[in-house]
């Protein structure tokens, strides 16, 4: 019950920042013009509510279908993420010393690159391999229709490539504890300690640090649908901006975003953490 109500005044205390926040668009709009504009600042914050009435104001924009392609793009991406981190890392693992050195300085070197050249790669990628095979690959959206392979691979890489050096370094540190030594010596092969005993311990870590990554993609999120012409609210909201608009695109990110994390942290810390090895 506790937690219940530690989660329950974080998310007042985070809804009140965000209706104090949205009003920025206007503060911003009056100090450009040398003024405070309170009054239309006290009218914004006034005309939140009631909610309904403000849902029903955006009701006939199809704001509920860019923030819905908005979102799925966001956690495939996440999931992809952390799958492909979590693959990369138990073969990282499975390696030699002198190997792993090797994988983990590529991914870091991939870490490096900047966003934007990923994505004007992969586009490049993707022109070159029509161009020599025919295979046809949508490079941005037209005519209304959603595309989701190449902006969840250009959203995922760098997060991914974060993700796998947290988790390198993770499993690295259980690697070193005393229970994977005493599996060891019980005869357990390498491939079952990682599965079994390293990675119910990791994976914990790495969920909570998991955090940072999405705020990250977030704010690639708003470059991805530039680029790819995305029918997304990131791309909308930045050609319609008001005060409105902001509050309802922040809390449609914030929410199944808490959400996510907090059952997370719940789940972990009520019921893996019960099994957990001691190193």
């Known amino acids: 019950m506790k937690v219940f109500w530690r989660w329950m005044f974080q998310l007042g205390v985070a809804f009140i920042g965000i209706v104090l926040i949205s009003g920025l668009p206007l503060l911003i709009t009056g100090f450009q013009q040398g003024e405070f504009w309170w009054k239309e600042y006290r009218d914004h914050l006034f005309g939140l509510f009631p909610l309904s009435k403000l849902l029903e104001k955006y009701a006939g924009l199809h704001i509920g279908e860019y923030i819905q392609y908005s979102l799925e793009t966001l956690f495939l991406a996440l999931i992809v993420a952390v799958l492909l981190a979590l ?13 792993r050195q090797r994988i983990k300085t590529i991914f870091f070197f991939l870490e490096s690159i ?4 990923i994505i004007m790669l992969i586009q490049l990628l993707v022109i070159i391999i029509h161009r020599h095979t ?5 490079i941005a959206v037209t005519g209304g229709e959603k595309i989701y392979l190449l902006p969840v691979v250009c959203l995922m890489i760098l997060p991914m490539i974060q993700l796998y050096r947290l988790s390198m370094l993770t499993f ?11 599996a ?6 390498k491939l079952i300690i990682l599965l079994i005993h390293m990675f119910r311990n990791a994976i914990i ?7 940072k990554t999405m705020w990250f993609m977030l704010s690639n999120l708003f470059i991805l649908e530039r680029m790819f012409n995305m029918p997304g609210i990131m791309f909308y909201l930045s050609a319609n901006i008001t005060g409105e608009l902001f509050f309802i695109t922040v809390c449609s990110f914030f929410f199944p975003v808490f959400l996510l994390y907090s059952f997370g ?13 001691i190193g």
């Open 134 to 138: 025919g295979v046809f690959v949508k």
């Open 114 to 117: 900047p966003d934007i050249l």
């Open 172 to 182: 690295e540190a259980e690697e070193r504890k005393m229970y994977t030594e005493l």
């Open 184 to 189: 060891r010596s019980l005869g357990f092969g």
């Open 265 to 277: 942290e719940w789940y972990f810390l009520r019921h893996v953490n019960k099994g957990r090895a």
């Open 87 to 99: 693959f990369f890392t138990v073969i990282t693992m499975l390696c030699k010393e002198r190997v």
């Open 205 to 211: 870590s790495i969920f909570f640090q998991s955090k």
